[in-house]
């Protein structure tokens, strides 16, 4: 092992290669200690929910990619693309290779939707949902039938806010983002009437933000529309802080609206939680219950049901990280168990998969820092291979690694395809990525630990 070692040296891996990992790698790499991290990603691409999360309209957010990309370009920070942890490589392996490593693989899971009718056809979770409009390889090939005239978004959040407004928005209006063009097309030519957000709690507990809510209400053919029989009374909004103030003040606007204003509605609806799809073979109807708050601040149902017709449900009910091999998980919060970033010696979590998914970009920023200041404390180095025995690892698998310079290849050919008219047009298949990156596609099995893996398969899984 200690061949190609250099003792004086810290070797990190870092694994996801989102805000959490890039922030962490830019306080590692600005620590003034030697320091040689390797940024593993499963998918070819980097950046995480940048590409895959962030709403294809909200461009100026996902440029914050510039600051990453600074970052990457450091020398003593790698990007390791197309390589998965628990599929290229063990948890154990890396930690044999690397002094210390760090989990940023975020939360990529949609929380499970548990009602009677869940698995019907036209119920289809956020991060799916999300992913199959922003490229996503895992999604993209998701059927979705958009055939329909009703779609209802479960959740009050800024992430149910983002589906109600692609799905609303005119191709004119979605000319300048980087959506994915078959998600685009579908969503062009379906005859929407109706949009549905129903949150359990009142609009006072609603998460969206004032931006994201005033932006429904500037939408070319679709109208915002709210109960005012739903909305506390103004005087009530003096105890709030100004942002929720806004949110109640754009609330108060939209139920002045009327449903013949623009020939989309979108209905604002609280108070009301879902519990049953309702369907022969798909998604036909979605059955809720009128909701009350109980003196703790929980939905309670009220016993008083009613349904609306709709082919399409999306839960925005939150996101679990995908349990790893070897990783203390913790059910209740869906993320991995730790203590203020560190699982075990030399091993941490930070971003999503430390906290769940909670707080905008800009909150694994303090996070990634805490962490890269806890590890260069607590980690000397010791002689590990590193870099120099991943890779070997991985030639010995024949896995096909993307380096950033390669995925600079790939984002050279999306932002041509973009025409000087989008923003990028993106690639959606791993395949198609990886020959522009210079691998031919190569469908042998391979072993990992004991396990053997298709590699055909393995990259067309949805997980
Ligand atoms: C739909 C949506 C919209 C959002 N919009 C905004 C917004 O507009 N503004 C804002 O501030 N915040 C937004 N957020 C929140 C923001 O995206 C998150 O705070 C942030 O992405 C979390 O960073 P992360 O690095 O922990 O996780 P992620 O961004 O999810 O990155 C995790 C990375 O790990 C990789 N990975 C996963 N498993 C493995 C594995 N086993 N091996 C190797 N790699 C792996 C993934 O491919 C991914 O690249 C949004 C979130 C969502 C879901």
Request: aromatic share 6%.
């Amino acid at each position: 092992m200690a061949e190609d070692a250099d003792d004086e040296t810290l070797k990190v891996a870092i694994v996801g290669a989102g805000p959490a990992g890039y922030y962490t790698a830019e306080s590692l790499s600005t620590s003034g200690r030697p320091v040689e991290i390797d940024m593993l990603d499963r998918l070819p691409t980097p950046y995480g929910l940048i590409r895959f999360g962030v709403a294809p309209d909200h461009q100026s957010i996902k440029a914050v990619a510039r600051r990453y990309e600074k970052t990457a370009l450091k020398e003593n920070v790698h990007f390791v693309g197309n390589v998965e942890l628990g599929r290229d490589v063990t948890l154990d392996e890396l930690m044999m290779l690397y002094d210390a490593v760090v989990i940023c693989c975020g939360a990529g899971r949609d929380r499970p939707f548990t009602v009677p009718g869940a698995d019907l056809k036209g119920v289809v979770g956020s991060a799916a949902f999300v992913g199959w409009y922003n490229s996503h390889p895992d999604f993209v090939d998701l059927d979705i039938d958009l055939g329909i005239h009703s779609a209802a978004v479960i959740g009050n959040g800024n992430v149910a806010v983002d589906v109600v407004r692609v799905l609303a928005k005119t191709p004119d209006e979605m000319a300048h983002s980087d959506i994915a063009p078959q998600a685009e097309e579908r969503i062009a030519h379906a005859p929407l009437r109706d949009l549905w957000m129903f949150g359990r709690r009142g609009p006072r507990e609603a998460k969206f933000t004032p931006k994201e809510l005033g932006e429904l209400g500037k939408l070319e053919r679709c109208v915002p529309l709210v109960d005012p029989a739903q909305l506390p009374p103004p005087e009530s909004d003096a105890d709030l802080e100004p942002g929720r103030r806004k949110v109640m003040e754009l609330l108060r606007r939209y139920a002045e609206n009327r449903p013949e204003d623009k020939p989309v509605r979108l209905h604002i609806v609280f108070y009301a939680r879902p519990v049953a799809v309702l369907g022969k073979d798909r998604a036909e109807k979605l059955r809720l219950e009128r909701t009350r708050l109980d003196e703790e601040g929980r939905a309670v149902g009220t016993g008083e049901f009613f349904e609306i017709e709709c082919g399409l449900v999306v839960p925005c009910i939150g996101y679990r990280s995908n349990p790893i091999p070897g990783l203390p998980y913790d059910e209740r919060r869906g993320c991995f168990r730790n203590e203020g970033g560190r699982i075990r010696e030399r091993l941490y979590v930070a971003g999503w998969a430390r906290r769940g998914p909670t707080g905008t970009i800009g909150t694994n920023k303090p996070d990634g820092a805490e962490v890269a200041e806890r590890l260069l404390r607590e980690v000397e180095p010791a002689g590990r291979p590193g870099r120099t025995g991943l890779d070997r690892l991985l030639c010995e698998r024949h896995v096909r690694i993307v380096r950033f310079r390669d995925w600079k290849k790939i984002e050279k050919v999306e932002l041509e395809r973009g025409a000087g008219i989008r923003p990028r047009v993106k690639f959606c298949y791993r395949d198609e990525m990886l020959r522009l990156a210079g691998h031919e596609p190569r469908p042998e099995a391979r072993t990992i630990g004991n396990q053997e893996a298709d590699t055909s398969t393995a990259r067309e899984t949805i997980s």
